[in-house]
């Protein structure tokens, strides 16, 4: 392994662990305290399930693309896409659901940190932008997977702020 790939795989390896420090800092802190109740837990059931069937349909469709269309990106982006897309379904549904948040967890706060996972991930994309990063050879870089994660969150987070909008229409109009 060259010292270009070790990077790559102690960068991955470092951003999985302070992920995961994050996510059991945000339990400790009852930031991520889910309690579901049963009509959210099946709502939920069904969002992975069409999650789940979304990812294997994009899966095969990036497998054929490749095939098609020659390499016209890395397999860590391929992957990527393919789970931003199957987890916006997963979200959108739950969402619609209203079933994305449990009953104890704060909205501010979580969709606060929805933005700012998508202001970072955007502003990283956007530096490998523009110094020219994100395309080497006509093939679709690593350096890609920040922007992508960055537009899923921001889906994620337009789909919230508008249904909570419209939910909040809909009471006032009762």
Known sequence: MDHYHAG???GLAAGI???LIFVAFLFKKKVLDCHFDERQELARGKAFQYGFF????SDYVYALSDMILGRWCDVLTGI???LAVSLCVFATTCILKDAYLSLREKPRVVMTMFALLTLINLGFGGAHAVSGDLIEDGVLTFRAVNPIIG???LVILIVYIVNH???SR???EE
């Open 8 to 10: 790559i795989a102690v």
């Open 170 to 172: 809909g009471e006032e």
């Open 54 to 57: 979304t990812l294997l349909i």
């Open 165 to 167: 909008l419209l939910c």
């Open 151 to 153: 537009v899923a969150t």
């Open 17 to 19: 662990v302070a992920g």
């Open 80 to 82: 990527t896409i393919c």
